[in-house]
């Protein structure tokens, strides 16, 4: 049966828009942005009361609900921040514990806020920060092929190391990746192996897994935060974590739920225009 053009048309438009509305939310973005004049003064993290673990270290541990952003909200423009630290000392005894750890404008010339996590010579300092990704109401994030993640730093350390994280379907994993490169390239995150890591209201913090790491990127699908693990030691200056930018690059997907009311809306449309013809 042939159908005046009109309707065609309509038809045709409704096909279109029921496509978009499934595939459409599922086009790679940028869920986390971290970068830019958020303060114009030094400001130290709000961090938890601290625990002490035998003689020699003291974690601040982490929340995923309270962020460890300044306490003078007036004062910083950012996203939340969250995270955890440590300190080891290098003695035998507790000592100094003094870190100075939150926002600084690094240099003069460096427009924006750094996050610092700095210890004393010869600590070990050791801990985790990481962002909660904005998407849709409705939707969930996973890794795709295009994902990646884009970052600028400063770190120097006899020793160190530094990991992604992240948490998905509220499970923690980490990296088998070091972070030190500065950007993932696209297909990375997807392809990356991850083992299971849980830093969740526990001190001292946990080392960072040798094996386990059999979970690949795309298995992902629902993270909730995305952030780094760092564990860091200098013998003879201060060993220090120096972040500037931070941005991450996913998919942003409807729930199922989301995407059948979708489907539906977009079927009835159609039958609709079905009906009226």
């Known amino acids: 049966m042939n159908l005046p053009s009109n309707l065609r048309s309509t038809r045709s438009a409704l096909a279109s828009l029921l496509l978009a509305l499934t595939l459409g939310s599922a086009q790679a973005a940028i ?18 009361t601290p625990v002490d673990t035998g003689a020699v270290t003291r974690t601040w541990k982490y929340s995923d609900t309270v962020s460890i952003s300044p306490a003078d909200s007036a004062s910083y423009s950012g996203p939340a921040v969250y995270g955890a630290l440590q300190i080891t000392s290098a003695g035998s005894t507790q000592e100094n514990y003094h870190s100075y750890t939150g926002l600084q404008k690094r240099y ?6 750094n996050l610092i996590f ?10 985790m920060f990481f962002f909660q990704p904005t998407v849709d109401p409705g939707s969930r994030l996973v890794f795709d092929e295009t994902s990646s993640i ?9 020793t160190q190391v530094w990991r992604y994280v992240v948490q998905s379907d509220g499970l923690w994993y980490i990296s088998s990746i070091n972070a030190q490169l500065n950007e993932l390239t696209p297909g990375t995150l997807p392809s990356s192996t991850w083992a299971l890591f849980d830093p969740v ?5 946990p080392a960072i897994p040798e094996t386990g790491y059999t979970v690949t990127g795309s298995e992902f699908t629902d993270i909730q935060a995305v952030g780094i693990y760092f564990d860091i030691m200098r013998a003879t200056n201060q060993p220090y974590l120096s972040i500037a930018g931070f941005t991450v690059n996913a ?3 409807p729930e199922p739920a989301t995407a059948t009311l979708l489907v539906l809306s977009a079927g009835g449309c159609l ?7």
Do not use: E, H, K
């Open 31 to 48: 869920v986390i942005d971290y970068g830019g004049n958020y303060t114009t003064s030094n400001q130290s993290f709000s961090l938890p």
């Open 108 to 113: 003069p010339d460096n427009a924006g806020t």
């Open 118 to 127: 700095m210890g004393q010579v010869g600590f070990t300092i050791t801990g």
């Open 150 to 158: 884009t970052r600028t730093s400063q770190g120097t350390g006899t």
């Open 201 to 205: 209201n526990v001190a001292p913090l």
């Open 251 to 253: 998919q942003a997907i």
């Open 271 to 277: 039958w609709l225009g079905r009906r009226r013809r």
